[in-house]
Protein backbone atom coordinates (compact mmCIF):
# COMPACT_ATOMS: atom_id res chain seq x y z
CA UNK A 1 0.00 0.00 0.00
CA UNK A 2 1.80 2.84 -1.08
CA UNK A 3 0.62 6.24 0.57
CA UNK A 4 -0.95 8.60 -1.03
CA UNK A 5 -1.78 12.75 -1.33
CA UNK A 6 -5.12 13.59 -0.92
CA UNK A 7 -5.58 16.92 -3.24
CA UNK A 8 -7.55 19.40 -1.40
CA UNK A 9 -10.78 20.74 -2.44
CA UNK A 10 -10.51 24.36 -4.18
CA UNK A 11 -12.20 27.10 -2.23
CA UNK A 12 -15.00 27.16 -4.59
CA UNK A 13 -15.52 23.18 -4.68
CA UNK A 14 -14.88 23.20 -0.87
CA UNK A 15 -17.89 26.31 -0.20
CA UNK A 16 -19.78 24.40 -3.00
CA UNK A 17 -20.13 21.19 -1.21
CA UNK A 18 -21.20 23.40 2.48
CA UNK A 19 -23.67 24.79 0.36
CA UNK A 20 -22.15 28.14 -0.14
CA UNK A 21 -21.56 28.35 -3.70
CA UNK A 22 -21.72 32.31 -4.01
CA UNK A 23 -19.05 33.00 -1.00
CA UNK A 24 -15.61 31.60 -1.33
CA UNK A 25 -13.64 34.60 -0.04
CA UNK A 26 -11.17 32.15 1.79
CA UNK A 27 -9.69 28.62 1.11
CA UNK A 28 -10.50 25.44 2.72
CA UNK A 29 -6.86 23.88 1.93
CA UNK A 30 -5.10 24.53 5.46
CA UNK A 31 -3.95 21.59 5.83
CA UNK A 32 -2.76 18.18 3.90
CA UNK A 33 -4.69 15.41 4.01
CA UNK A 34 -3.05 12.13 4.17
CA UNK A 35 -4.21 9.21 2.31
CA UNK A 36 -3.52 5.46 3.02
CA UNK A 37 -5.94 3.53 0.91
CA UNK A 38 -8.60 4.53 3.15
CA UNK A 39 -10.92 5.55 0.41
CA UNK A 40 -13.00 8.78 0.61
CA UNK A 41 -11.45 9.06 4.18
CA UNK A 42 -9.24 11.91 5.21
CA UNK A 43 -7.70 10.98 8.61
CA UNK A 44 -5.91 14.22 9.87
CA UNK A 45 -3.09 15.37 12.64
CA UNK A 46 -1.62 18.81 12.73
CA UNK A 47 0.41 21.03 15.23
CA UNK A 48 -1.64 23.99 15.29
CA UNK A 49 -1.85 24.12 19.13
CA UNK A 50 -4.07 24.16 21.73
CA UNK A 51 -3.69 23.39 25.29
CA UNK A 52 -4.57 19.44 27.29
CA UNK A 53 -5.95 19.43 30.07
CA UNK A 54 -7.03 16.76 32.47
CA UNK A 55 -9.66 14.36 31.71
CA UNK A 56 -13.18 14.72 33.19
CA UNK A 57 -13.59 13.66 36.70
CA UNK A 58 -14.90 9.38 37.09
CA UNK A 59 -18.64 8.93 36.92
CA UNK A 60 -19.39 12.29 34.77
CA UNK A 61 -21.94 11.92 32.23
CA UNK A 62 -20.01 10.82 29.14
CA UNK A 63 -22.97 11.65 26.17
CA UNK A 64 -21.83 11.83 22.60
CA UNK A 65 -22.10 14.78 21.18
CA UNK A 66 -23.71 15.00 17.76
CA UNK A 67 -23.62 18.45 15.54
CA UNK A 68 -25.56 18.42 12.69
CA UNK A 69 -24.38 21.65 10.55
CA UNK A 70 -27.41 23.11 8.58
CA UNK A 71 -25.40 25.27 6.13
CA UNK A 72 -26.44 27.91 3.58
CA UNK A 73 -27.65 30.13 6.72
CA UNK A 74 -31.05 28.07 7.71
CA UNK A 75 -34.59 30.39 8.14
CA UNK A 76 -35.00 29.70 11.96
CA UNK A 77 -38.40 31.97 11.29
CA UNK A 78 -39.88 29.32 9.01
CA UNK A 79 -38.77 26.22 11.64
CA UNK A 80 -39.76 27.42 15.05
CA UNK A 81 -42.36 29.85 13.86
CA UNK A 82 -43.62 32.75 15.97
CA UNK A 83 -46.82 32.53 15.13
CA UNK A 84 -47.64 35.21 18.38
CA UNK A 85 -45.52 37.92 17.43
CA UNK A 86 -47.97 40.80 16.02
CA UNK A 87 -45.16 41.76 13.71
CA UNK A 88 -44.48 38.36 11.64
CA UNK A 89 -46.26 38.96 9.11
CA UNK A 90 -46.37 42.23 8.57
CA UNK A 91 -42.53 41.36 7.66
CA UNK A 92 -43.41 37.63 5.30
CA UNK A 93 -47.01 38.45 3.77
CA UNK A 94 -46.85 35.25 1.72
CA UNK A 95 -44.42 33.05 3.07
CA UNK A 96 -45.09 33.05 7.23
CA UNK A 97 -46.33 29.90 8.17
CA UNK A 98 -50.30 30.33 8.93
CA UNK A 99 -51.01 29.68 12.38
CA UNK A 100 -53.70 26.71 11.64
CA UNK A 101 -50.70 23.89 9.99
CA UNK A 102 -48.25 25.23 13.16
CA UNK A 103 -48.06 22.41 15.86
CA UNK A 104 -48.47 24.99 18.42
CA UNK A 105 -46.50 24.48 21.74
CA UNK A 106 -46.91 27.71 23.30
CA UNK A 107 -48.53 31.16 22.91
CA UNK A 108 -46.14 32.45 20.86
CA UNK A 109 -44.30 29.34 18.99
CA UNK A 110 -45.15 26.66 16.59
CA UNK A 111 -43.55 24.31 14.56
CA UNK A 112 -43.46 23.89 11.04
CA UNK A 113 -45.54 21.43 9.24
CA UNK A 114 -43.12 19.39 7.88
CA UNK A 115 -41.78 18.73 11.02
CA UNK A 116 -44.23 15.93 11.85
CA UNK A 117 -42.51 13.00 12.30
CA UNK A 118 -40.25 14.74 15.64
CA UNK A 119 -43.29 15.55 17.26
CA UNK A 120 -43.56 12.12 19.01
CA UNK A 121 -40.04 13.35 20.69
CA UNK A 122 -40.87 16.91 21.19
CA UNK A 123 -43.91 15.81 23.40
CA UNK A 124 -42.23 13.78 25.13
CA UNK A 125 -39.82 16.29 25.90
CA UNK A 126 -36.99 14.53 23.74
CA UNK A 127 -36.82 17.68 21.33
CA UNK A 128 -36.33 21.00 22.23
CA UNK A 129 -35.20 24.62 20.69
CA UNK A 130 -33.67 27.65 21.45
CA UNK A 131 -34.83 30.29 19.59
CA UNK A 132 -32.80 34.22 19.09
CA UNK A 133 -29.44 32.33 19.36
CA UNK A 134 -26.25 33.26 17.03
CA UNK A 135 -22.85 34.94 17.39
CA UNK A 136 -22.10 37.86 19.48
CA UNK A 137 -21.50 39.94 16.42
CA UNK A 138 -23.69 39.85 12.82
CA UNK A 139 -21.56 38.16 10.10
CA UNK A 140 -23.55 37.62 6.79
CA UNK A 141 -20.62 35.99 4.72
CA UNK A 142 -21.29 32.30 4.51
CA UNK A 143 -18.12 31.09 4.58
CA UNK A 144 -16.52 33.55 7.62
CA UNK A 145 -19.55 32.91 9.77
CA UNK A 146 -18.62 29.25 9.12
CA UNK A 147 -15.03 29.91 10.42
CA UNK A 148 -16.13 32.02 13.19
CA UNK A 149 -18.34 29.85 14.58
CA UNK A 150 -16.42 26.25 14.26
CA UNK A 151 -13.54 28.19 15.78
CA UNK A 152 -15.98 29.62 18.48
CA UNK A 153 -13.00 31.71 20.25
CA UNK A 154 -13.99 35.49 19.34
CA UNK A 155 -10.98 38.12 20.25
CA UNK A 156 -8.62 35.00 20.69
CA UNK A 157 -5.45 34.49 18.91
CA UNK A 158 -6.47 30.77 18.69
CA UNK A 159 -7.34 29.02 15.74
CA UNK A 160 -8.16 25.52 16.38
CA UNK A 161 -11.67 24.64 16.40
CA UNK A 162 -13.66 23.97 19.00
CA UNK A 163 -14.54 20.62 18.15
CA UNK A 164 -10.39 19.42 18.43
CA UNK A 165 -10.57 21.69 22.29
CA UNK A 166 -13.36 19.96 23.44
CA UNK A 167 -11.79 16.29 22.06
CA UNK A 168 -8.13 17.80 23.62
CA UNK A 169 -9.77 18.24 26.82
CA UNK A 170 -11.54 14.92 27.82
CA UNK A 171 -8.37 12.95 26.74
CA UNK A 172 -10.30 10.86 24.37
CA UNK A 173 -7.77 8.52 22.06
CA UNK A 174 -10.01 6.67 20.09
CA UNK A 175 -9.43 6.89 16.26
CA UNK A 176 -13.01 7.79 16.44
CA UNK A 177 -13.14 9.85 18.98
CA UNK A 178 -13.40 13.11 16.76
CA UNK A 179 -15.59 11.88 13.70
CA UNK A 180 -16.86 13.78 10.63
CA UNK A 181 -19.26 11.59 8.32
CA UNK A 182 -20.63 12.85 5.27
CA UNK A 183 -18.39 15.84 4.71
CA UNK A 184 -16.43 16.62 1.68
CA UNK A 185 -12.90 18.88 3.14
CA UNK A 186 -12.66 19.40 6.72
CA UNK A 187 -14.39 21.79 8.72
CA UNK A 188 -12.71 24.33 10.87
CA UNK A 189 -14.47 22.77 13.98
CA UNK A 190 -11.96 20.20 13.85
CA UNK A 191 -9.16 22.17 13.18
CA UNK A 192 -6.35 21.03 15.39
CA UNK A 193 -3.40 18.57 17.40
CA UNK A 194 -5.56 15.75 17.49
CA UNK A 195 -6.23 13.23 14.91
CA UNK A 196 -9.80 13.02 13.66
CA UNK A 197 -11.52 10.35 11.05
CA UNK A 198 -13.11 12.42 8.42
CA UNK A 199 -15.43 10.35 5.33
CA UNK A 200 -18.17 11.22 3.16
CA UNK A 201 -19.42 7.28 5.38
CA UNK A 202 -18.27 4.66 7.00
CA UNK A 203 -18.63 2.70 3.65
CA UNK A 204 -15.17 4.52 2.03
CA UNK A 205 -13.10 3.63 4.74
CA UNK A 206 -10.91 1.29 4.40
CA UNK A 207 -7.11 -0.05 4.09
CA UNK A 208 -6.56 -1.85 0.51
CA UNK A 209 -4.50 -4.63 0.63
CA UNK A 210 -3.00 -7.05 -2.03
CA UNK A 211 -4.33 -9.94 -4.13
CA UNK A 212 -1.97 -12.10 -2.11
CA UNK A 213 -4.53 -12.29 1.16
CA UNK A 214 -2.30 -9.99 3.75
CA UNK A 215 -4.23 -9.54 6.78
CA UNK A 216 -5.19 -5.98 7.73
CA UNK A 217 -2.83 -6.79 11.45
CA UNK A 218 0.04 -7.20 8.95
CA UNK A 219 -0.32 -4.05 7.69
CA UNK A 220 -1.06 -2.01 11.11
CA UNK A 221 2.21 -3.89 12.16
CA UNK A 222 4.06 -2.57 8.98
CA UNK A 223 2.94 0.80 9.52
CA UNK A 224 3.90 1.11 12.86
CA UNK A 225 7.27 -0.10 12.32
CA UNK A 226 7.35 2.29 8.80
CA UNK A 227 6.44 5.47 10.96
CA UNK A 228 8.35 4.42 14.98
CA UNK A 229 9.86 7.45 15.90
CA UNK A 230 8.25 10.03 13.16
CA UNK A 231 6.53 13.10 14.04
CA UNK A 232 2.56 13.13 15.82
CA UNK A 233 1.51 14.66 12.01
CA UNK A 234 3.20 11.92 10.04
CA UNK A 235 2.42 9.20 12.46
CA UNK A 236 -0.87 10.04 13.71
CA UNK A 237 -2.90 9.83 10.08
CA UNK A 238 -1.48 6.00 10.04
CA UNK A 239 -2.79 4.87 13.49
CA UNK A 240 -5.86 6.52 13.24
CA UNK A 241 -6.46 5.05 9.41
CA UNK A 242 -5.68 1.45 10.64
CA UNK A 243 -7.55 1.11 13.70
CA UNK A 244 -10.40 2.81 12.74
CA UNK A 245 -10.51 0.22 9.28
CA UNK A 246 -10.30 -2.34 11.91
CA UNK A 247 -12.75 -1.35 14.12
CA UNK A 248 -15.32 -0.82 11.07
CA UNK A 249 -15.37 -4.65 10.37
CA UNK A 250 -17.18 -5.19 13.41
CA UNK A 251 -19.43 -2.57 13.70
CA UNK A 252 -23.60 -3.20 13.81
CA UNK A 253 -25.80 -3.35 11.05
CA UNK A 254 -27.15 -0.13 9.44
CA UNK A 255 -31.23 0.42 10.87
CA UNK A 256 -34.05 1.26 8.76
CA UNK A 257 -33.63 5.31 7.18
CA UNK A 258 -35.33 7.39 4.59
CA UNK A 259 -33.00 8.21 1.44
CA UNK A 260 -30.52 10.97 1.36
CA UNK A 261 -27.17 11.85 2.73
CA UNK A 262 -27.96 12.82 5.78
CA UNK A 263 -30.09 9.82 6.74
CA UNK A 264 -26.73 7.99 5.80
CA UNK A 265 -24.48 10.25 7.67
CA UNK A 266 -26.82 9.47 10.83
CA UNK A 267 -27.02 6.14 10.39
CA UNK A 268 -23.43 5.79 10.82
CA UNK A 269 -23.18 8.07 13.31
CA UNK A 270 -25.88 5.80 14.82
CA UNK A 271 -23.27 2.40 14.19
CA UNK A 272 -20.92 4.23 16.26
CA UNK A 273 -22.99 4.67 19.25
CA UNK A 274 -24.26 1.75 19.49
CA UNK A 275 -20.70 -0.01 18.82
CA UNK A 276 -19.14 1.74 21.78
CA UNK A 277 -16.14 2.47 19.78
CA UNK A 278 -14.96 5.66 21.73
CA UNK A 279 -16.93 8.24 20.00
CA UNK A 280 -17.24 11.36 21.77
CA UNK A 281 -18.56 14.32 19.37
CA UNK A 282 -19.65 13.47 15.30
CA UNK A 283 -20.79 16.31 12.65
CA UNK A 284 -22.54 15.76 9.88
CA UNK A 285 -23.40 18.48 7.30
CA UNK A 286 -26.86 19.04 5.56
CA UNK A 287 -26.47 21.92 3.37
CA UNK A 288 -29.10 23.91 0.50
CA UNK A 289 -30.40 26.02 3.10
CA UNK A 290 -29.39 29.26 0.97
CA UNK A 291 -33.33 30.77 -0.08
CA UNK A 292 -32.85 34.19 -1.38
CA UNK A 293 -35.43 33.03 -3.70
CA UNK A 294 -38.36 30.66 -3.64
CA UNK A 295 -38.65 29.34 -0.02
CA UNK A 296 -42.06 28.11 -0.85
CA UNK A 297 -45.23 27.85 1.44
CA UNK A 298 -45.64 25.35 3.73
CA UNK A 299 -46.70 22.32 1.01
CA UNK A 300 -44.91 19.63 -0.52
CA UNK A 301 -42.78 20.49 -3.22
CA UNK A 302 -41.43 23.68 -2.06
CA UNK A 303 -38.52 24.78 -0.91
CA UNK A 304 -38.25 25.23 2.32
CA UNK A 305 -41.33 22.58 3.48
CA UNK A 306 -39.02 19.77 1.67
CA UNK A 307 -35.82 20.32 3.45
CA UNK A 308 -37.80 20.72 6.30
CA UNK A 309 -39.07 17.16 5.73
CA UNK A 310 -35.77 16.06 4.85
CA UNK A 311 -34.00 16.80 7.82
CA UNK A 312 -36.66 15.63 10.14
CA UNK A 313 -37.43 12.27 8.69
CA UNK A 314 -33.54 11.45 9.19
CA UNK A 315 -33.72 13.14 12.77
CA UNK A 316 -36.91 11.08 13.47
CA UNK A 317 -34.97 7.82 12.02
CA UNK A 318 -31.54 8.05 14.36
CA UNK A 319 -33.88 8.06 17.18
CA UNK A 320 -35.88 5.31 16.31
CA UNK A 321 -32.61 3.68 15.40
CA UNK A 322 -30.76 3.94 18.80
CA UNK A 323 -33.46 3.29 21.25
CA UNK A 324 -32.79 3.25 24.53
CA UNK A 325 -29.24 4.45 23.83
CA UNK A 326 -30.85 8.07 22.73
CA UNK A 327 -30.14 8.71 26.02
CA UNK A 328 -26.95 9.42 25.91
CA UNK A 329 -26.42 11.06 22.94
CA UNK A 330 -27.26 14.85 22.60
CA UNK A 331 -27.74 16.25 18.87
CA UNK A 332 -27.81 20.10 18.29
CA UNK A 333 -28.29 21.68 14.79
CA UNK A 334 -26.10 24.82 14.16
CA UNK A 335 -26.34 26.98 10.96
CA UNK A 336 -23.88 30.04 10.49
CA UNK A 337 -27.03 32.89 10.89
CA UNK A 338 -30.23 33.21 10.24
CA UNK A 339 -32.69 34.99 7.52
CA UNK A 340 -33.85 38.40 7.23
CA UNK A 341 -36.85 38.94 8.43
CA UNK A 342 -38.05 41.14 6.04
CA UNK A 343 -39.07 38.82 2.48
CA UNK A 344 -37.66 39.90 -0.41
CA UNK A 345 -39.37 40.16 -3.58
CA UNK A 346 -38.17 37.38 -5.20
CA UNK A 347 -40.01 35.03 -2.26
CA UNK A 348 -37.03 34.17 -0.07
CA UNK A 349 -35.36 35.84 2.76
CA UNK A 350 -31.41 36.92 2.48
CA UNK A 351 -28.72 36.84 4.80
CA UNK A 352 -29.73 37.61 8.60
CA UNK A 353 -28.42 37.32 12.35
CA UNK A 354 -30.41 35.32 14.64
CA UNK A 355 -31.71 31.98 14.27
CA UNK A 356 -33.38 28.63 15.81
CA UNK A 357 -31.58 26.13 17.06
CA UNK A 358 -32.90 22.14 17.47
CA UNK A 359 -31.45 19.98 20.65
CA UNK A 360 -32.48 16.33 21.08
CA UNK A 361 -31.54 13.12 23.08
CA UNK A 362 -30.63 12.55 26.49
CA UNK A 363 -31.10 14.74 29.44
CA UNK A 364 -32.56 17.26 27.25
CA UNK A 365 -35.52 19.80 28.78
CA UNK A 366 -37.49 19.72 25.58
CA UNK A 367 -41.16 20.30 24.49
CA UNK A 368 -40.34 23.87 24.96
CA UNK A 369 -38.77 26.98 23.34
CA UNK A 370 -35.47 27.89 25.37
CA UNK A 371 -34.74 31.59 25.60
CA UNK A 372 -35.57 34.89 25.47
CA UNK A 373 -37.84 36.35 22.63
CA UNK A 374 -36.65 39.55 21.61
CA UNK A 375 -39.42 40.75 19.53
CA UNK A 376 -39.58 41.30 15.57
CA UNK A 377 -40.87 45.23 16.60
CA UNK A 378 -38.80 47.96 14.08
CA UNK A 379 -37.17 48.65 17.24
CA UNK A 380 -36.30 45.41 18.18
CA UNK A 381 -34.46 44.18 15.06
CA UNK A 382 -30.84 44.79 14.02
CA UNK A 383 -30.55 45.99 10.86
CA UNK A 384 -33.36 44.29 10.06
CA UNK A 385 -32.54 41.05 11.64
CA UNK A 386 -34.03 39.13 14.69
CA UNK A 387 -31.75 40.26 17.65
CA UNK A 388 -29.68 37.53 19.26
CA UNK A 389 -30.74 36.96 22.64
CA UNK A 390 -29.14 33.48 23.36
CA UNK A 391 -24.87 33.43 22.21
CA UNK A 392 -24.82 29.61 20.58
CA UNK A 393 -22.01 29.30 22.73
CA UNK A 394 -23.90 28.70 25.78
CA UNK A 395 -25.98 26.23 24.46
CA UNK A 396 -23.04 24.11 23.43
CA UNK A 397 -21.12 24.94 26.76
CA UNK A 398 -24.39 23.81 28.56
CA UNK A 399 -24.44 20.03 26.89
CA UNK A 400 -20.83 20.07 26.92
CA UNK A 401 -20.65 20.23 30.86
CA UNK A 402 -23.95 19.06 31.96
CA UNK A 403 -23.50 16.01 29.54
CA UNK A 404 -20.70 15.34 28.05
CA UNK A 405 -18.72 15.61 31.18
CA UNK A 406 -15.78 18.57 29.80
CA UNK A 407 -14.57 20.08 32.61
CA UNK A 408 -13.53 24.01 32.73
CA UNK A 409 -15.60 24.65 29.46
CA UNK A 410 -15.26 28.55 29.03
CA UNK A 411 -11.43 27.87 30.25
CA UNK A 412 -10.81 25.16 27.43
CA UNK A 413 -12.90 24.77 24.69
CA UNK A 414 -14.87 28.64 24.42
CA UNK A 415 -11.88 30.92 25.84
CA UNK A 416 -13.70 34.29 26.83
CA UNK A 417 -17.05 32.88 27.54
CA UNK A 418 -19.04 34.23 30.30
CA UNK A 419 -21.45 30.85 30.43
CA UNK A 420 -25.01 31.37 31.07
CA UNK A 421 -26.92 28.44 31.33
CA UNK A 422 -30.24 27.82 30.22
CA UNK A 423 -31.74 25.09 32.16
CA UNK A 424 -31.24 22.97 28.49
CA UNK A 425 -30.01 20.05 30.10
CA UNK A 426 -30.02 18.03 33.26
CA UNK A 427 -27.54 15.72 34.67
CA UNK A 428 -27.87 12.05 34.37
Not at 70 to 88: A, E, F, K, Q
Not at 252 to 266: E, F, K, M, N, T
Not at 359 to 377: A, D, F, Y
Amino acid sequence: MTPTRTPVPSPRQAAERRGCPEDTSAGLSRRGLLRLGLGAAMVTATTLGGARVAMAAPGAPADVLVVVSLRGGMDGLSLVVPSGDPDLLRWRPSIAVPGQQLHRVDEMFGLHPAMAPLLPLWDAGTLGAVHACGMVAANRSHFEAMEVMEEAAPDSSLRTGWIDRMVGVTGADSPFAATGLGLGAVPTSLRGPSPELVAQSLAAVGVTVDPAGVPLSAWQESLTMLHDGERHELSGPTHVGTAAAARLQQLPAVGAYPSGRLAASLADVARLVKADVGLRVATVDFGNWDMHSGLGTAEPGRWMYDQVATLSAALAAFAADLGPQLSRVCLVTLSEFGRRVRQNDSGGVDHGYGNAVLVMGGGIRGGRVHGRWPGLSEAALVAGDLAVTTDYRDVLAELLSVRCGVPDVAGTVFPGLRPAPLGLARSS
